[in-house]
C-alpha cells in the first residue's frame, strides 16, 4: 500500500498531499535496467534447446489440427461442392448433409476456441502449453523471472501470426532464437513480448515458487569466510634455520618453552632450583639422625652448596622425571667422604613416584578436550550461528519427547515452513549429522549446488560448506 503523508503549507487552509510509490525491487537487472544473463545462470536457469522448442511446437500445431477434422471431414466437402457450382444454393441449403455440416463446423469452432483459450491462460499463468509441458519446457518473463502473463502471450503469438503472412518474414522469424547474441535462444517475438523459453528437465523451473525463493537465496547469501591456514606445529628446524617451537618441548602443565633442554642454562638455573629445593632438605633430614650428633652439623654447612651444584644435573633430562633421583645421590658421595649415611639414601627410591604425578593429571583433561564435538557450526539465513556442541531438536516448537537426549531449540519462521519438529542434529565423531523428523516440506542437503533429499528418520552425514535446507530455511555449516 502506498504511503499517504500529509503535511501543512503557511497558510492553515492548505493541505498538501504526499503519495510515496513503492515499486518492487526487481532482482537481477543490471545498472542499465536490462535483464542480467549472468544472474539467471547463478540461480540455475538453463535455456530451452531449439530441438525441443521445435517438437513443443510441432506437437501444439499437430493438436490444433486434430481440432480441425470435424470442420474438414464434416462441412468441406459439402462447401467444395457448393463452391464449384456442383449444386446451387438451394439444393446447399436443403442437402441431406446440411445440417450434420453445421453440427460439425459449430463444433470445430468451440473446440477450436476452448483450445486457444486453454492455451492462452496456460502459457500466460504456468508458462507452458501441452507440447511445452510435454516437452519439459516453459515461458517466463525475462525481467522477473517469474509468469509472463496473458497479455505478453498474446502479444507473441500476434507478432509471430503477423510475421507469418510473409511466408520468408515468418521464416526469418523462426530461425531468429538461432542468432540471439546473449546465447539464451530468444528470437524477435520473444524480445518483442519480453519472454524467454526455459529448459525444467536441466535446470531450475523458475515458476516452481519454493525452489526459486532458494535459489535467490543461495545467490543472494554471502560466502562463508575461508579460514587461513595456520603454521603447523610439528614442521622441523633446519640447522640453519632460526629456533621453533617443536611439539617435544611441550611441558606437562601447558606451558610452551619452559624445559627447553637447548637453553642457555643460565636462564633455568633459578626456576629449576626451587622445584629441587625441597628434595635436598628431605633427603637431609634422614640421614642426620642416623650419625652421630658431632658430625652432622660439620656436615650440613658443605650440604648447603652441594645443593645448588646437584640441581644443574636433573636440568639437563628434564623430560624423564626418574632421572633428578638418580644423579643427585653421587654428588652427595663426592662430598662426604663418610659411606654410612649413603645407604640413608635409598629412600629416595619412591621419588619417581612423586615426580610422574605433574604428568598423569594433564593427560585426563586432554581426552575430553580432543572430542570433536564443538568444531562446526550451524550458520542460519538470520545470521545466527548454532555449535553444535550436543544433540539439538530444531523447529518451530520441538517435542524432544522422540529425543530425551536432545534439546529443544525453537526457530523463528514467519512462512510457517518448518515443521513443530523439524530437524535433529547430533553430534558424531567425524562432525555432525541431521536428521529429518517427518516433517511436512523436508529437509535437504546442498553439496556443490546440487539438494540431495534427507529421508525422514535416515540420519545423513553433513561436512564443512554443506548447506542444510529446512523447508525454506537454510543453515551452512561452518567450522568452528
Known amino acids: 500500500m502506498p504511503e ?98 453445421v453440427i460439425m463446423a459449430a463444433v470445430t469452432v468451440v473446440l477450436s476456441l476452448a483450445f486457444a483459450v486453454v492455451q492462452l491462460v496456460l502459457q500466460g499463468v504456468r508458462g507452458l502449453t ?3 509441458a510435454i516437452t519439459g519446457l516453459r515461458l517466463v518473463s525475462v525481467r522477473t ?9 498474446l502479444l507473441r503469438f500476434l507478432v509471430l501470426v503477423g510475421a507469418s503472412l ?14 540471439d547474441p546473449e546465447g539464451r535462444g530468444r528470437g524477435w517475438h520473444d524480445r518483442a513480448s519480453r519472454v524467454w523459453l526455459v529448459d525444467v528437465r536441466n535446470g531450475l523451473n ?17 560466502p562463508v569466510p575461508e579460514r587461513s591456514a595456520l603454521p603447523s606445529l610439528a614442521t622441523p628446524v633446519g640447522p640453519t634455520a632460526a629456533p621453533a617451537y617443536r611439539p617435544g618441548s611441550r611441558i606437562s602443565a601447558g606451558v610452551l618453552g619452559v624445559a627447553r633442554p637447548h637453553a642457555a642454562p643460565g636462564g633455568l638455573e633459578a626456576p629449576a632450583t626451587p622445584t629441587m629445593t625441597p628434595l635436598a632438605p628431605v633427603a637431609v633430614p634422614d640421614p642426620t639422625p642416623v650419625p652421630d650428633p658431632a658430625p652432622v652439623p660439620t656436615a650440613a654447612p658443605p650440604q648447603t652448596p652441594v645443593a645448588p651444584v646437584a640441581s644443574p644435573a636433573p636440568v639437563a633430562p628434564p623430560q624423564t622425571p626418574a632421572a633428578p633421583p638418580a644423579p643427585a645421590p653421587q654428588p652427595t658421595v663426592a662430598a662426604q667422604p663418610t659411606v654410612a649415611p649413603q645407604p640413608a639414601q635409598p629412600p629416595a627410591a619412591p621419588q619417581p613416584t612423586v615426580a610422574p604425578q605433574p604428568a598423569q593429571p594433564p593427560a585426563a583433561p586432554q581426552t575430553p578436550s580432543a572430542a570433536p564435538v564443538a ?41 510457517k515452513s518448518l515443521s513443530k519438529t523439524h530437524l535433529l542434529v547430533r553430534p558424531v565423531a567425524a562432525g555432525f549429522e541431521i536428521t529429518d523428523c517427518g516433517s511436512t516440506n523436508g529437509s535437504g542437503l546442498i553439496r556443490d549446488g546440487i539438494e540431495y533429499a534427507a529421508p525422514a528418520g535416515a540420519p545423513v552425514p ?3 560448506g554443506d548447506t542444510i535446507r529446512m523447508g525454506d530455511r537454510l543453515a551452512t555449516v561452518v567450522a568452528l
Open 375 to 415: 568444531r562446526y557450526a550451524l550458520r542460519l539465513d538470520t545470521g545466527e550461528s548454532i555449535p553444535v556442541v550436543e544433540a539439538v531438536l530444531l523447529g518451530r516448537n520441538p517435542d524432544a519427547s522422540g529425543h530425551p537426549d536432545a534439546r529443544p531449540l525453537p526457530l523463528a519462521d514467519a512462512s
Open 145 to 153: 523471472l517469474e509468469r509472463a502473463g496473458v497479455g505478453a502471450v
Open 206 to 222: 523458475p515458476l516452481d515458487e519454493k525452489r526459486m525463493r532458494l535459489a535467490r537465496k543461495m545467490v543472494k547469501a554471502d
Open 130 to 132: 501441452i507440447g511445452k
Open 4 to 101: 499517504v503523508k500529509a503535511g501543512r503549507s503557511n497558510a492553515p487552509q492548505d493541505m498538501i498531499w504526499e503519495v510515496e510509490e513503492h515499486k518492487p525491487v526487481i532482482e537481477g537487472l543490471d545498472a542499465a535496467g536490462r535483464p542480467d544473463p549472468a544472474y539467471a545462470a547463478a540461480l540455475g536457469l538453463v535455456r530451452a534447446p531449439f530441438g525441443r522448442r521445435a517438437a513443443s511446437a510441432v506437437i501444439d500445431a499437430a493438436i490444433w489440427f486434430v481440432v480441425q477434422l470435424p470442420l474438414w471431414f464434416g462441412a468441406v466437402p459439402l462447401l467444395l461442392k457448393f463452391a464449384a457450382g456442383t449444386i446451387s444454393l438451394y439444393g446447399f441449403v436443403n442437402h441431406p448433409d446440411f445440417r450434420l455440416s
Open 462 to 464: 553433513v561436512r564443512d
Open 166 to 179: 510473409v511466408p520468408l518474414l515468418g521464416v526469418v522469424f523462426l530461425l531468429s532464437p538461432l542468432f
